[in-house]
């Protein structure tokens, strides 16, 4: 009889693992406690426009080319992919706004205008960006982490040197580059880590190569067309949805999970996988004896920032944007401080405006904008309409200001979104938006474990375990639990390797 598997969550994890499995021959059943899967990703109609709620940078292409192909189709059967050129455009502390090519030529001459020389050195950068990209999207990204040893073969221990896990991004920038705009643009990538570039391993150059080299993209009609295409691959493979339904409890007999419990009722599985917010697995699903790990261990994590979001219908089209807007107008080293160090609403925040109808058409009515506005926030915090209604002020003026138009009178449709929502919505641990900061001390073996340790057949996916947040980790943290599961149940070969292209770790 085949092996009957329940996935928690309907996020990008919860998608990759029923994908894996199912394929896999496995009977499998995804528990979604919202209404639409997609998790983070979703997007929600208002007014004529479609809001992405969560993501909207698509790097590393190729992870899901790979991960389409997988299942026997491509990223063209479910979305038409797009490459922007500029990628985004950056307004900095003096008032200018720099967009930044796609294409290295362009990008070099740019660089070379601000410093002389920095050309020259963003190649030798990039190429070592490059190895660290092929080293660890190749090779350590697909490692379970369930131990130390798995790093110890001779091939992982020799590339490992050359990814610099001990040194820092806020160092290693220095070493090549002197610029303040050099440096706030490359340091930018790293902000997605959740951590201060000082504390971010230098290993996370590999993000610039992916920002600068493969590039910054976008799916037509918007990014919750990833999970749907998805979703779609799974529901041909057999998967079966119930939306709308909260895992309440995972039961345990002896070691084994053998249950979990929906709507009052217990559903019986031969292993589950837990793609929800890990800590809400430990501390709401699973009883105190089975737990990874106590609260101290989660009171010591140190997580990424949450974020302060709007989403903006206006009435009239906004010239001088792009798609992606930075607006690091700002002292960075303030607003850091006030995310990590001194916890607390910023006073002069950096934000992000993300205008999706500059370049689709579908998501906005005709001759509208849509708008999506974020605000990196410290985790852990409580906002109410007038914090809500300050900041989204404050983002607004900063934007009449840079681009010479009025935009608050042009405003038709407007919802935030902060730590409550993430909670509500995601039973998000503090209110985090993308899990856990990618310092060195939770990298790899390090995170929160991938397999529980009491119970045999229970294992955890999703950004907060391996390899980390980010649409494209949380996709492979799928595969990887799932490959696990399949492995132990005998299903699969422990041979069988669950990389993609191996050849790619020619470095
Ligand atoms: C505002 C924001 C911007 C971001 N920007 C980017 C970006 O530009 N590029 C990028 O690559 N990444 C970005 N990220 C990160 C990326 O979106 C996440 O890392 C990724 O979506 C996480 O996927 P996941 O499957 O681990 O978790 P989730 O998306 O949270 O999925 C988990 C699912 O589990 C469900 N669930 C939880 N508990 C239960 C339960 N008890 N029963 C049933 N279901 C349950 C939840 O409802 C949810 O749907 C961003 C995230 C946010 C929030």
Partial sequence: MNKRIAVIGGGFAGLSAACELAQAGCAVTVFEKNQSLGGRCRAFESNGFVFDMGPSWYWMPEVFEQFFQRFGSRVADHYELVRLDPSYQVVFEDGSTTEIPAGIPDLKSLLESWEPGAGQKLELFLEEARIK????????VWKPSVSIVEFFEWKILTQGLKLQLFGN??????????????????????LFLGAKPGDTPALYSLMNYADIQLGTWYPMGGMAK??????????KLGVDFRCGHEVQKIHVQGDRANAVVVD??????????????????ETRLLEKPFRNYSDDYWKSRTMA????????????????????????????????????????????????????????????????????????VAPDMRSDEAIRDKYFDECIAR????????????????????????????HSFKGNAYGLANTLSQTAFLKPKMKNKKVKNLYYAGQLTVPGPGVPPSIISGLVAADLCLKEMGIRSQNESIIPNEKRTRA
């Fill in 169 to 190: 991004m806020k160092a290693h920038l220095r070493k090549y580059f002197s610029h303040p705009k050099i440096l706030k643009l490359l340091e930018f990538p790293v």
């Fill in 226 to 235: 990833i999970p749907e295409g998805m979703a779609n691959v799974a529901r």
């Fill in 133 to 140: 990209y092929e080293v660890g999207m190749g090779e350590f």
């Fill in 399 to 426: 934007l009449e200001k840079q681009t010479g138009v009025a935009i608050a009178p042009h405003v038709i449709y407007k919802r935030s979104y902060a730590h409550e929502d993430f909670m509500a919505d995601y």
């Fill in 305 to 376: 920032p949450s974020s302060l979001l709007y989403y903006v219908g206006l009435d009239q089209k906004i010239p001088g944007l792009k798609h992606h807007n930075l607006f690091f107008d700002r002292d960075f080293e303030v607003h850091a401080r006030e995310i990590y160090d001194e916890p607390q609403w910023p006073s002069a925040p950096l934000f992000y405006a993300c205008v999706p109808s500059v370049t689709d058409k579908s998501v906005a009515p005709e001759g509208m904008e849509n708008l999506f506005l974020l605000i990196p």
């Fill in 264 to 281: 009052g009722t217990m559903h019986h599985f031969d292993a589950v996988i837990a793609a929800g917010d890990y800590h809400h697995v």
